[in-house]
């Protein structure tokens, strides 16, 4: 693994947003993988002693570009994202459409493209470490509503991630796991439920975030990623 991920809770209490401060170990280069508020991010860096070189940008919601301003100017560092939401996130440096690959320090990063929830959403895949980066489009235990796009859009989004590996960790754009689990047990059962629950459970009383849980977890537990069929996907809304 050399990719080391450290979760920044913002908006507490509010929307429950995570930033999360990532650093490429092999070269020490970091970056802010949806920079939610300026101020957790930075109080993290100074911990970290890290000056972040970018910024990854899943969407243009002002919850996951709220902290891009300062960012830049206190660090001077470039906003990479969506080039389909150029208009709407301010600053924006680098555009990235679907496919694209590139390097972050020594880890192959590559942009998956997961229309739905916005227009333009990306997810973040670092190929090397199987690390994915969900934005508002999968969380734990349930799925980010459909706000620009359609729910035909919101179901392919979905199976690019289910086809990911299932070893693959993910890390979501909210501390949504709360919600979900009425569903999730209600559609699954107390006994399949069991081990998430239990995982909740514990990081909940150590103040960490319930991610990162695998994509093969997720599958047997999220209700939306157990539906195989797109009509009947498209009627849940
Ligand atoms: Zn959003
Ligand atoms: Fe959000």
Known sequence: MSLQINPVLCRAGVMDNYAYVIVDEQTGTGAVVDASEAEPVIKKCQELQ??????FTTHHHFDHVGGNKILKEKYGLKIIGPQA????IDGLDIGIKDGDEFLFGASPVKVISAAGHTRGH?????????????GDVLFNL???????????QMWDSLQKIKALPDETLFYPGHEYTQHGLTDAVRHNGAETMAAYVQRMQTRFAQ?????????GLEKQCNPY??????KIFEQCF
């Open 142 to 152: 349930c799925i980010g509503g459909i706000f620009e796009g359609t729910s035909a």
């Open 207 to 215: 103040n960490l975030p319930v991610a990162p849980v695998t994509l």
């Open 50 to 55: 890290l000056h972040p070189q970018y910024i």
């Open 225 to 230: 990623l157990q539906i195989n069929d797109k």
């Open 122 to 134: 990306v997810l973040w895949y670092f190929s090397d470490d199987k690390t994915l980066f969900t």
């Open 85 to 88: 939401e150029k208009e709407l």
